[in-house]
């Protein structure tokens, strides 16, 4: 599987390719990981979802994501063959028509023999009728799944109960803000986060099974009777282990159809998501949990999961100093990366770029800054980058800059 790597004085940015149905971006970021969020099809709003995902991923400062698009619902999904190997982790957006038996080959493959995967929300109702996807999830919903299928798993007496009783899988009440419980809190997922935590309004998946094998419940949330619920201590935080390749399933993150979001904002929802995708991708977990986590009974929403504007993200970066957040940084090689086929837009971050350079903001900020533009950058960037030599504190990479725009630098 592909691992990006950081390179010294050299920070690779990625050519943007316009999502279409069928086709896969390919990037190189300054990142930990590689993720593909798979999407194209979903019984929810995978258009306003999966930009998401991404942006939540990318934040985390650990991910460089693409997304890999289906064709559209009924069309001719031969051409769909998404490069699973490539990436650490491969998130799952997608509920919709039969992959070929050549890409669900591919898939379990890459699982198997170690890929990460996150199901996330509605990816649990997909594929009902193939047994090893199943496997996979661990526990699904809808598509006509009954106790044929695997139990029902449950939190009760204070332990993992699996039903098999007979019944339909897949159900919820009405969207609800509900509590998060813990049950397993030494998994690097769930570590350090508060036993019990406030979730947004969201969908709340009750009544699913499946085969449950190799099923952690790392949190489960109380499907209250009264909202329409089971009426049962429900899973909304498992993993499971696949062959070699491990697994984060998330039930959370319901999406409207009108693009409404305030589940996808809970910041327990991010934070759970990106803890899951790096345990997935690496079997361990290095971030920290930051202050804004929901509490017993406090609900916590991340207004900043916009898009920073340019001028906010450089506004941040300006009294960047080593060993920050590089979140900031992030966003801001995103934003490169979307306007990397568009020359105008380019040139307009590029002037943006060059009065940053030419500011009060720290030497730190600016070496970044010209390990970003040394990639990219145009002639228009050299006088800057000349003043910039003149200064101990970033004459190595305004040097190492200037000499990649003018073809002058050999590795």
């Not at 099974?209 to 429900?234: Q, W």
């Not at 929901?294 to 207004?303: M, Q, T």
């Not at 145009?378 to 910039?388: G, N, Q, R, V």
Request: charged share 25%.
């Amino acid at each position: 599987m592909k691992k990006i790597k950081y390179i010294i004085f050299s920070l690779v940015l990625a050519v943007s390719v316009v999502f279409l149905p069928g086709c896969q971006t390919e990037q190189s970021v300054d990142a930990d990981y590689s993720a593909l969020v798979v999407t194209g099809q979903n019984n929810h709003n995978w258009e306003a979802s999966a930009p998401v995902l991404k942006e939540i991923l990318e934040n985390s400062g650990l991910f460089a994501v693409d997304i890999a698009e289906s064709p559209a619902k009924g069309e001719d999904m031969s051409g769909f063959a998404p490069q699973f190997a490539e990436y650490d982790v491969v998130v799952l957006d997608y509920n919709g028509d039969s992959w070929t038996e050549n890409t669900k080959k591919a898939f379990v493959d890459y699982v198997s023999q170690g890929g990460g995967v996150v199901v996330y929300h509605a990816a649990d109702n997909s594929f009902p009728d193939w047994k090893e996807y199943n496997q996979i999830i661990g526990l699904g919903g809808w598509g006509n799944r009954n106790e044929k299928d695997g139990p029902y798993v449950r939190w009760k007496n204070d332990r993992i109960v699996m039903d098999i009783n007979p019944g339909s899988a897949g159900s919820h009440g009405e969207q609800h803000p509900f509590r998060v419980v813990n049950r397993v809190t030494d998994h690097p997922v769930t570590k350090g986060l508060p036993t019990e935590w406030m979730h947004a309004q969201d969908e709340l998946y009750s009544e699913l099974r499946g085969p449950a094998e190799n099923l952690t419940v790392l949190s489960t949330a109380f499907a209250d009777s009264t909202k329409g619920g089971s009426g049962e201590h429900e899973p909304v935080l498992m993993t499971i282990d696949y062959g070699s390749g491990r697994v984060f399933h998330t039930v959370l993150g319901h999406i409207g159809g009108d693009g409404s979001r305030p589940a996808m904002e809970c910041v327990g929802f991010i934070v759970s998501l990106q803890r899951g995708a790096e345990w997935a991708a690496s079997g361990k977990v290095t971030q920290t949990v930051p202050d804004e986590f929901p509490r017993f009974n406090v609900l916590s929403s991340w207004d900043k999961l916009r898009s920073y504007t340019t001028d906010e993200l450089l506004e941040c970066l300006k009294n960047f100093h080593k060993g920050d957040s590089r979140v900031c940084l992030q966003d801001l090689i995103s934003t490169i990366r979307n306007a990397a086929s568009n020359p105008e837009e380019l040139a307009k971050l590029e002037k943006k770029m060059i009065k940053f350079l030419e500011s009060r903001a720290t030497s730190e900020a600016k070496n970044e800054i010209c390990r970003d533009i040394s990639q990219w950058g145009s002639e228009a960037s050299l006088p800057i980058l000349d003043k910039l030599m003149k200064d101990d504190d970033t004459k190595e990479m305004a040097r190492f800059a200037r000499e990649r725009i003018s073809g002058e630098y050999s590795n």
